[in-house]
Structure formats: C-alpha cells, structure tokens
C-alpha cells in the first residue's frame, strides 16, 4: 500500500493516491468526513478554518462503496482558492502579490528558498504547510477502515499544552471521550488552564505546541520484523509520525524515561495462564524486538508551536538581506487537536502497509482469512 498526496495550502485541492489496497473494502465516506472535520476542529485555530469545510470526493477505486483493487485517488477542495486564485493559479497569475521575503524561523521558508533557487517563499510554504494533512487524514480513515474489520483500532489524546500536563492513566475505551472536548484533553481542570494558556497567548501573539498520545488496541503479535531493520515496528511508526508537520519528537511506551529507571522497572514480565502468555504491565509500548507483541501499542509525540507567531520573531529578509521581523498574517495559537487526528491516521496508514505486507492478498476475504489464522 503506498500514498502519494499533492496539493498546495492555496491551491485548487489536496490531491492523494492510495495504490494497493485489496478489493472489497467498504468505505465509509461519512466518517472520512467526520474525521477531516474533526482535524479542523479544536480550541486555539485560526481563521483559515472558518472558511474551509473539508470533504472528500473519491474519484477512483471505488464502485458501489466498495473498492476494486485499482488505485483509489481522492480530492479535499481548497475553498479558500477562490480568494487566491489571482496569485496561485497555474494557468497563469500575479506573482508580484503575496511574496513572503521575510522568512519565518522554524518553518521551511529559508532552507527551502536556498534548496530549490526561489525567490519568493510562497513556493516553498504552499506545499510545507500542514493544509496537506487533510489528504493524509482521508487516506488514513481508509487505513482505519481496512483495520477495523480485523479488529485493529486507533485512538488518541492531547496529553499537554505547552507543558500544562496530564499525567492520568486511561484505558483505550476512555480515549474516545477526548474527542468531544474543546481540546481533546481527558482532565476537566487540566484543559481548563491548557485553554486559559492558549488565550493569554494568543493576546501575547504567541504561539503553543504539545504532546500527543496515540494507541493502537487488538493488534496481534509478529507485525514488524526482528530480523531486517527496515522492517522495525516501531521505526516505521516513529518514522510516520515523525513525517507529520511540526513534530520534533517521538517515543514508544516508557520511551524516553526508560533510561532514567533500572531493567528491573522497565522490562515486561512474562506470565503463561489458559494458553496464553501475557504481560501485567506494558512499558514496552507494545513493541519488543521491532515486532508487535500482542499488546496495546503506545506511542507518544512532541509537537513544537505553530511558526508563524502574530508578534512575528527576529529574521533576515531573504531579498534585501536586511533584519526584519518575520512575516505574519493569521495563525493557528495551538493546533494540536488536529495533530491527534492527524497521527492517528498516519498510524493507520503505515500500520495497514505493515499489516499487507505480512498477510499479502487481493482482496478482502483473502487476508481476513489470513489474518485469522494468526495466533
Ligand atoms: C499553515 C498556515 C495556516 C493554517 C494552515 C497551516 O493557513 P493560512 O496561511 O491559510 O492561514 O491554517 O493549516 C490549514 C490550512 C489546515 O487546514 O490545517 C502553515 O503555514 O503551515
């Protein structure tokens, strides 16, 4: 299974290609929906979200709700195109307007300038902006939709805001709950500051990130490989979410505190009752060895603040190599609601090549089948 997506943050649509899905998988275009909603929701957005409203048209792969085995390609259209088609339109337009010389520090505005001999930094934010997650969403609700009928499901929540924290513990059936909150935190009074925080940045012109929690129930056992690294488990996960804008780290189960604590607290017992081995804890983040164990898989990532900050931070005109303060129009404050979304569909999406890769299979019943005879 492979995606490729396109589409500038301004332009007509995002575009994507899903190749190698089986036949005969129901697809559910009203929870596509529903999840791009859901990524454009959340406290702290900017004003772009008021007027996009995001839906997909499948254009290809599927017939009668059900996919053919062909390549399924989709498009979310960019209302906001209508208000830059003057400055963006490929079959000609002003490219005078909307330059961005002043560039942004931490987002690719100068790398990319100097990278591919631009003079504008239009031409490198319009495809670097995190507008393209709408295609990786759609493409991952299918992924979700191809693991749900093998009983694989993805959930997540906001687990801080710029370092107001929840450290609860939560079973997977009380992750869902997040969704209905304004920032798809678990802790009433927790989110209640988290959001007052937001506020008081957004007055400063400032901006927040977080961290995101994701995890993956009823995966069985064997999914990744010991044995090639390419193949790890958990470099092909840690390498998706790495692959979302603005995330700058990430860990699986104990992560980054196991190396603080001794073998003895960190590594999972192993027990043997009805047939079945098991563990009583799980610190291991459901990954031992680069391969599934059976367990929840746990994963976690940071996500730096939006770059773009309204009280704009101290740069270097690309043109006039001149000090100035970086550019700034509107912006998100804090848009980690739409990371959690975002992350759990790109876990989608790399866990169903993971799972296709081992089972094989054309269609649907074929790998069902195989899936079911696994232990
Ligand atoms: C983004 C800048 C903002 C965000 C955008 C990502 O867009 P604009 O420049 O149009 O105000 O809203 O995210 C989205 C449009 C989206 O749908 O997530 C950036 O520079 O990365």
Redesign the pocket.
């Known amino acids: 299974m492979k995606l490729t997506t396109a589409g500038e943050?301004?332009g007509k649509a995002l575009i994507g290609i899903i190749e190698g899905l089986p036949s005969g998988l129901k697809i559910d275009l009203a929870e596509i929906n529903r999840y791009l909603a859901l990524?454009?929701s959340g406290y702290g957005?900017?004003?772009?979200?008021k007027?996009?409203k995001?839906e997909a048209e499948i254009i290809s792969g599927v017939r009668n709700t059900f996919t053919l085995g062909s390549p399924l390609s989709f498009a979310v259209i960019n209302r906001?195109y209508e208000n830059w088609r003057k400055v963006m339109a490929p079959e000609g337009c002003d490219v005078s307007q909307r330059q961005l010389a002043k560039v942004r520090p931490g987002?690719a505005d100068l790398t990319g300038l100097i990278k591919y001999a631009q003079n504008d930094a239009r031409n490198i934010?319009e495809r670097?902006?995190?507008?393209e997650?709408?295609a990786r969403v759609v493409a991952g609700t299918v992924s979700r939709q191809f693991l749900k009928t093998l009983g694989v499901e993805i959930s997540g929540y906001v687990k801080s805001v710029c370092g107001i924290e929840d450290n609860g513990e939560y079973s997977f059936g009380q992750l869902e709950e997040a969704k209905s909150q304004p920032l798809f935190m678990l802790d009433g009074s927790i989110q209640e500051r988290a959001m007052r925080k937001i506020n008081s940045l957004k007055e400063e012109g400032d901006t927040a990130g977080g961290i995101i929690e994701i995890r993956v129930k009823g995966l069985k056992s064997g999914f990744g490989s010991c044995m090639r690294y390419a193949d790890k488990l958990d470099a092909i996960l840690c390498g998706a979410l790495m692959s979302v804008?603005a995330i700058k780290g990430v860990e699986v189960g104990l992560g980054f505190s196991c190396a603080q604590l001794e073998g003895s607290r960190v590594h999972d017992e192993i027990y043997y009752e009805e047939n079945k081995f098991f563990r009583k804890t799980n610190n291991a983040g459901g990954i031992e060895g680069g391969m599934s164990n059976g367990e929840e898989i746990v994963l976690r990532a940071a996500m730096k603040p939006?770059?773009?900050l309204m009280k704009g931070l101290n740069t270097v005109d690309y043109l006039t190599k001149q000090p100035a303060v970086a550019a700034a129009?509107?912006?998100?404050v804090c848009?980690v609601c739409?990371a959690e979304i975002i992350l759990e569909s790109v876990t989608a999406s790399a866990l169903a090549e993971v799972v296709c890769s081992r089972l094989g299979g054309d269609n649907m019943d074929e790998i069902i089948e195989r899936y079911e005879k696994l232990q």
Do not use: F, V
């Not at 957005?45 to 979200?49: A, I, K, M, P, Y």
């Not at 670097?128 to 507008?131: D, E, F, L, P």
């Open positions: 943050s301004h990524r454009q957005r900017g004003g772009r979200q007027i996009e995001d906001d987002h934010l670097a902006s995190a507008r997650t709408a804008q939006i770059p773009t129009e509107r912006s998100d848009a739409a």
